[in-house]
């Protein structure tokens, strides 16, 4: 059973424009959040982070948004650039793990010029 | 280049050989993950390491992989009696803490 979805397989974005990733998931203990970026062929980049206490993490373009109560974090991109096009990875972790992390199956984003 | 390597990059195998990867992690890390990634699947932990003890496996790791990470510093994953079913891309990451840091991955094709 996955425990992070990411629903949407794939995203077309125009150039400028807001791009909006969505993941949700569905285990409780969850207290620690990332966002990575994938480009084929290469390891996954790390983009951004949130712990559970906070709601909000914003770095440059990047901002994320946790919603606890519905279990649901999103990464907003803007504006958008054609350098954004990847495969983008929501991942987990639990608190008490030893940091080992749940990821789910992307998004991939095209920005379009 | 500061960065988690790995090697090799890409490693094609007949199906019952054995294959061992390597990883370097970032030198001030103390933690090391290995996981694994197939085609449309985000990656999949397998074993995490605190300097040198291994301190977790996923039931995803059978008795034909093992990992060792002497000293602390870089670490191999060995794959024995490789399937096809193995094939995948290895991928290890570095972190100090929550964030972690991957490195470009080996990519294994059993045939």
């Known amino acids: 059973d996955q425990q992070v979805k990411q629903n949407s397989p794939s995203l077309s974005v125009q150039e400028g424009r807001i791009s909006i990733l969505n993941c949700d998931y569905t285990n409780s203990m969850f207290d620690y959040f990332l966002w990575y970026k994938k480009y084929p062929a290469e390891g996954p980049t790390f983009l951004i982070s949130i712990s559970s206490i906070k709601d909000k993490n914003e770095d440059g373009r990047f901002t994320v948004f946790l919603n606890k109560s519905a279990k649901h974090l999103s990464l907003h991109i803007v504006p958008s650039q054609p350098g954004d096009s990847a495969v983008y990875f929501c991942a987990a972790s639990a608190e008490g793990s030893q940091g080992n992390l749940i990821f789910g199956k992307g998004t991939k984003l095209s920005v379009k010029p | 280049d500061t960065g988690v390597s790995q090697n090799p990059r890409h490693k094609i195998t007949k199906r019952g050989q054995n294959v061992t990867f390597r990883c370097d992690p970032i030198s001030e890390h103390n933690r090391l993950y290995w996981y694994r990634q197939t085609l449309g699947q985000g990656p999949e932990f397998l074993t995490y390491f605190q300097n040198e003890a291994q301190l977790e496996k996923s039931r995803l790791l059978s008795d034909r992989f093992s990992a060792e990470r002497p000293k602390g510093s870089f670490s191999t994953l060995e794959i024995q009696r490789t399937e096809q079913g193995d094939s995948a891309m290895y991928l290890c990451?570095?972190?100090?803490?929550?964030?972690?840091?991957f490195g470009p991955g080996t990519r294994l094709t059993v045939t």
């Open positions: 990451a570095s972190s100090t803490y929550y964030e972690q840091y």
